[in-house]
């Protein structure tokens, strides 16, 4: 709610307003304490129309008249200096967190090296190999391995940080995690050269349409996924990591009792549901009955993965 630009109150049996950024008090009668219930935030129009069966127009339009002339000098309602405009509508500077997606095993050929299928010669790249008659085949930029990839996420997020402190880095992985000793070392890396930088990181990962068997009927049609806070504890990361790893969660009870593994080394885990239908109503019950102390529920996703859900249907659920 607004706060209250005059505030109105009675005291002794009379009525008074007062403006609390000038301080200026005045008496109220009947039809100014009522035109005080809207002004200064809705229009004269809308308070006649509101007030035409207790009050005249002109009466109003003289109250509103008089309140205008108030606020013209400066008694009351004072317009905000530049300074203070500029305060209030103050835009957060630096980059406060980053989502990445690491390539799997296999999806890159190297840190950054080239791949072709024969001769390259020098200066037959770009746009020079167009003007050479040679057969050659000119090299074609591989894209960087998983590790590397990972540290220019980390020196991307610190390097544009500017005056942001808190820092969140999120890695989005499948059902499991591919590489938990590499994804070990780059967080434990991380939250080192963040706290020689004076500021706290967060680093999350995020595992998507996670396999689990004998679902409960609320729970059937809708997409799983997992949202784990690692521990600040380094020693702790590969452990939470590695139990990511298996993959195997078995039956929702199974999943739970994960979560609650999870929590002993220090990690906080949330469970997220992306409706796949209309009928995601008995999600949060099925899901704090098989003992989930936190979850999420994912709409937008929901129509990312299937822009045909029609908004309205979704919201009974």
């Known amino acids: 709610m ?26 109220c009668d009947e039809i100014s304490w009522d035109v005080l219930a809207y002004y200064p935030e809705t229009p004269i129009n809308r308070i006649n129309h509101l007030l035409r069966d207790t009050h005249s127009p002109t009466e109003l339009n003289e109250v509103v008249g008089e309140l205008e002339w108030l606020r013209a000098t400066k008694a009351i309602l004072p317009a905000p200096s530049k300074e203070q405009l500029q305060k209030e509508f103050e835009v957060e500077r630096g980059l406060k967190q980053l989502t990445v997606e690491l390539p799997a095993p296999g999806e890159t050929g190297g840190d950054g090296a080239a791949r072709s299928g024969g001769e390259t ?3 037959t790249a770009g746009w020079r190999g167009w003007l050479r008659s040679n057969k050659a085949s000119v090299a074609e930029p591989v894209a960087p391995s998983a590790s590397v990839q990972a540290q220019r996420a980390v020196e991307l997020l610190l390097s544009r940080s500017a005056a942001q402190s808190a ?5 989005l992985e499948p059902a499991a ?19 020689l930088g004076g500021k706290t990181l967060t680093v999350s990962v995020v595992l998507r349409d996670l396999r689990v068997e004998g679902l409960p009927d609320a729970l059937k049609g809708h997409v799983l996924g997992l949202r784990v806070s690692l521990p600040s504890e380094d020693a702790e990361v590969k452990t939470v990591l590695d139990r990511l790893a298996e993959g195997r969660y078995g039956s929702l009870n199974a ?46 996703g929901a129509y990312i993965a299937q822009p045909s859900l029609d908004p309205a249907g979704m919201i009974p659920g």
Do not use: W
């Open 2 to 27: 607004a706060r209250e630009q005059l505030h109105r109150f009675e005291y002794n049996g009379k009525r008074y307003a007062i403006d609390p950024e000038t301080c200026f008090c005045f008496e």
């Open 121 to 123: 010669l020098p200066g």
């Open 167 to 171: 820092l969140h880095l999120e890695f």
């Open 177 to 195: 995690v591919r590489q938990p000793a590499l994804l070990a070392e780059c967080c434990v890396s991380a939250s080192h050269l963040a706290r």
């Open 255 to 300: 999943l739970s009792k994960l979560v609650q593994t999870l929590d002993k080394h220090g990690a906080e885990a949330a469970i997220i549901v992306r409706p796949g239908h209309p009928g995601f109503g008995g999600v949060v019950e099925a899901l704090h009955q098989a003992g989930f102390p936190a979850m999420e529920l994912d709409l937008d």
